[in-house]
Nanobody, 127 residues
Framework: VQLQASGGGLVQPGGSLRLSCAAV????????LGWFRQIPGKEREFVGA?????????YATSEVGRFTISRDTAKSTAAHLQMNRLKPEDAAVYYC????????????????????WGQGTLVTVSS
């Protein structure tokens, strides 16, 4: 299984970016796909996650209302992270993570439960 991540780049404060992630190499009847971000020198932190069954989503508190995760309508193992009203503190390397397990809500923010990771994509928020 490989994760193909795309998106990211430079955006001004208040702007928007969309990250995408697709798991390829196998078919999955269920999964949880999450995003984490990391700033150099700091621990990786949870951004949000989506579960295939029911499309349930979870977000870190600071992202509620600004970030939205949606499943891809064409690719069953792909999802998108829409980030709006970006702030300088959102700048980081964003990683998508994937597990074929259906994680319960309380587990989705824990990076240990994810089995596959994307290569990371840089998001820069600066004027």
């Amino acid at each position: 299984v490989q994760l193909q991540a795309s998106g990211g780049g430079l955006v001004q404060p208040g702007g928007s970016l969309r990250l995408s992630c697709a798991a390829v190499g196998a078919s999955f009847s269920t999964y949880t796909l999450g995003w984490f971000r990391q700033i150099p020198g700091k621990e990786r932190e949870f951004v949000g996650a989506v579960r295939r069954s029911g499309g349930n989503t979870d977000y870190a508190t600071s992202e509620v209302g600004r970030f939205t995760i949606s499943r891809d309508t064409a690719k069953s193992t792909a999802a998108h992270l829409q980030m709006n009203r970006l702030k300088p503190e959102d700048a980081a390397v964003y990683y998508c993570a994937f597990t074929a397990r259906r994680l319960i809500s309380s587990s989705r923010s824990n990076s240990r439960f994810y089995d596959y990771w994307g290569q990371g994509t840089l998001v820069t928020v600066s004027s």
